[in-house]
């Protein structure tokens, strides 16, 4: 018996030793960094501006995995469900992990699934609307609106997204009401604009911004708090719409599965904290017409609690306080 205990025992340290070894030799083998929309758009680009950095940090490749669907819960599900080994990492957004579970059954709870490791960009929405559309402000959008009630068409990355929900607010506070369609990613939305199959959409900058240079659409303002860098001539829709308190910033940032070992979450946060510094990485952000940022886990995970319970009242507004 004091045998067999001794040899469990040895099996035991050789488990520990071998997972510490592993953790400490961590990465051994390529990295899946998966981006939860279409490729072409602002996550898909601040993923792979990310990619090609963690590969120079980490010397190891990064491979994209684009799973899109739901307004990015497909994919963010599927992180959540992953090995906490550190080979499974998302390029996640602000919808997904802050407004979507709190506005519909999600497979994952972002506070007990996920593990945030660094915010990378942040980026404000963009309204578009179609050139032939007699609408050249927001004043005239509202006006539109509700003259024309559930007769514009507005397109988002997917049902529960940031782009869907900043809509959605929007028309809470000013009392109008649009028809929402859904599409697989930012990009794919923002086409639909061009082309005419919806009229307008709160898009990420990235995906308005070569627009916008082409004359394809008509910018008329951007979603944050304060006017944009890239784009100083458009008013913000709180100042332009006279609405009080209406921003909608996006953010993507890099999350594990929960349960990914510490000294693994260490490396990859150590170098995020050197992207934002990198001449190539600052440069890549600012073509897609994002800022870098990097927070620690700590910082990260307090961002995402404390946008679910904002989101958790705002969506109870939408409803109807109901």
């Keep these: 018996m004091k045998v067999a205990l001794g040899v469990l025992a040895g099996l035991s340290i050789l488990a520990s030793t071998g997972l510490a070894s592993a953790q400490a030799d961590w990465p051994?083998?390529?990295v899946t960094l998966?981006?939860?929309y279409a490729p072409g758009g602002y996550t898909d680009s601040v993923g792979r501006i990310t990619a090609r950095y963690l590969?120079?940090?980490?010397?190891?490749?990064?491979v994209v995995e684009n799973r899109a669907g739901a307004g990015g819960i497909i994919g963010t599900a599927y992180v959540a469900k992953a090995a906490p080994d550190g080979y499974t990492l998302c390029v996640c957004?602000?919808?997904?992990?802050?407004?979507?579970p709190v506005a519909q059954k999600t497979d994952y709870d972002p506070m007990k699934d996920l593990l945030p490791i660094s915010i990378v960009s942040t980026i404000p929405q963009t309204v578009i609307v179609g050139k032939s559309l007699p609408i050249s402000n927001m004043t005239e959008l509202i006006a539109y609106a509700k003259a024309n009630p559930g007769k514009l068409n507005y397109g988002s990355s997917g049902a529960g997204g940031l782009m869907h929900y900043s809509v959605a607010l929007f028309q809470v506070r000013t009392g109008t009401r649009m028809t929402h369609v859904p599409f697989k990613?930012?990009?794919?939305?923002?086409?639909?604009?061009?082309s005419g199959e919806v009229q307008l959409s709160f898009t990420n900058m990235t995906d308005a911004l070569p627009q916008m240079e082409a004359d394809t659409v008509r910018a008329i303002a951007v979603t944050s708090v304060e006017r944009s860098p890239f784009a100083p001539n458009l008013p913000t829709v709180a100042e332009a719409a006279k609405l009080e308190n209406y921003s909608a910033e996006s953010w993507n940032g890099i999350i594990a599965p929960a349960g990914t070992p510490e000294p693994v979450v260490k490396k990859i946060s150590d170098?995020?904290?050197?992207?934002?510094?990198?001449?190539?990485?600052?440069?890549?952000?600012?073509?897609a017409?994002?800022?870098?940022?990097?927070?620690?886990?700590?910082?990260?995970?307090?961002?995402i609690g404390d946008e679910l319970a904002q989101w958790a009242i705002l969506v109870k507004e939408m409803k109807g306080g109901k």
């Design 28 to 30: 051994r083998k390529p």
């Design 34 to 36: 998966v981006v939860p």
């Design 55 to 62: 590969e120079k940090a980490l010397g190891v490749s990064v």
């Design 93 to 100: 957004s602000v919808g997904a992990t802050s407004v979507a």
């Design 185 to 194: 990613g930012g990009a794919p939305a923002t086409a639909a604009v061009v």
């Design 271 to 287: 170098a995020l904290a050197k992207m934002v510094d990198d001449a190539d990485a600052k440069k890549a952000m600012a073509t």
């Design 289 to 303: 017409g994002a800022t870098g940022v990097f927070t620690t886990p700590a910082e990260f995970k307090k961002r």
